[in-house]
């Protein structure tokens, strides 16, 4: 046995004291512990978005430190605020669906309003929203989880944390102790080890308290850790390739022994229905694509990769220029994530018609209904680069989107975000063939004149893959994450947002006044505002909105 062995084994077996030290601990003890956490969080919030930028090579001043803002430490406040909303709830006896939007969806689903999650979210994402889809067949819906029964201890899991964005590990960890009562041994994605020092001090109330432990290393650790025999459960965020060598290591059958939990990423569509747009719509709309797949540089598991459009839609061409033009314009910024300049050779030889762009961007085309034969083909290929592939299919209405919804079922890689595009008016014309088409979407989030990303940032909405996937056929993995509400029996979270950013939103009927949204590559004061929610969901004070509101109206 090696020394770091020796140490892991030494770490696993404090954390299994503390497992039952957690199960001795009161919701409202828990509840504490979550808001001492936040405000150490709070605490290290500028020096994490440093730390995390450097990682992905930023420059300290790059117009893109927004996003490493909204998805490294605001992600991890919102929740933590929410979290602890739920566990005072529980503590009360109350349900923490009270007072909250129940509803239908088609087959009979109940559906639970998740986003707004309270009065200031309604404000500052005015015009977004967000349900959860339950499974079909069920007559009531659950919400606790781990915390109905609180005295049962969930034992030492393993958290292999992703090496893309920095709220996913937290998060992750959060997840397992709140829903399922698992203390956790955390491992950082090398690409993530110089963050170390920052989750130590962000993370140290539940650190100190024994509850969580963080480590380095390559696959040999995560390897011993995983097959871990005093381990009780493994979750992931990564490649199914990944997953595959853990679970199968090189084996036709599991070797694993424990269950495991996963979030593994895909192909996500854009489908893009038909209308008449404006000239304003189809600049608008081509950001809000450029966003989907540019944020991050590309390397995200929820990044919109194929547009999915109609042959016969007459704005097609300038659509598709106004996007390639959105796509050339955004910030400069360098592949960051290893092997994303490999997958853009790649994506170049599979396509050799492809449309370069400056800044290296990358769009791939493919003739009506079809994609490349090569292994490298958009449909199948998570490019984690900035390659944005555009697949059309024949007709319009109706026809047009039954065929894509059939079409990115079956021949898309994963079930992890699907995202549609369309006038009001459209989709008002479409009627219950509309709403339809969405239930028949087989993804675990779906939005709707938003991107999924709205879905991920949303601390009460459940995150993860569509329901069914196996060891043996992982797909985009398995369980849910975030889902601060502790739902059970959850199938997909959709989310809505308006076509239009405020006022041509309200010009057109449109209920919405949130402006061209922080997240979008082409917003102007993305990182101020980011910033500025930042430190709102940090100590939340309506004294805070005049200035954030002032920022995001400058976008």
Sequence with gaps: MTADQVGLDLSITELGAASERWAATTLAERADLLARTAASVAGEAERWVAAAARAKGLEPLSPLIGEEWLTGPYGVLTTLTA??????????????????????????????AVLPHNAYDGLLLHGFTAHAWLKPGLTTVRAGLGQLTPTVP?????????????????????????????VSILKLNPTFDALLPVYQAALAPLIDAGLLRIVTGGAEVGGYLAHHPELSHVHITGSAATHRAIVFGGADSPRLDKPISSELGGVSPIIVLPGRWSARDLRYQAEHVATMRLHNGGSNCIAGQVLVLSADWPQKAAFLDAVAGALAAAPARSPWYPGSADRMRAARAAYPAAWSLARGRLIVAAGVGAASASPENMLTTEYFAPVLGVLELAG??????????????????GTLGANILGLPSTIRRLGPGFELAVARLRYGTIAINAWTGVGFLSAAAPWGAFPGHTLENVGSGIGVVHNALLLDDVERTVVRGPFRPFPRSLLHGEWALLPKPPWFVSSRSGTLTAHLLTEFAAHPSARKLPRILAAAFRA
């Excluded at 979290?83 to 009270?98: D, F, M, V």
């Excluded at 319009?396 to 079956?410: C, K, M, P």
Aim: net charge positive; hydrophobic share 40%; glycine share 14%.
């Design 83 to 112: 979290l602890e909303q739920t566990l005072r709830t529980l503590a009360s006896g109350r349900n923490p669906l009270a007072g909250r939007r129940l509803g239908r969806a088609p087959g009979g689903r109940l559906t639970v």
């Design 396 to 413: 319009t209405g109706q026809a047009f989107l039954d065929s894509a919804v059939e079409t990115v079922n079956r021949d898309f890689l």
């Design 154 to 182: 969930g034992g030492v899991g393993l958290v292999l944390g992703a090496g893309n964005i920095s709220s996913i590990a937290p998060l992750d960890v959060l997840y397992e102790l709140v829903a399922h009562n698992r």
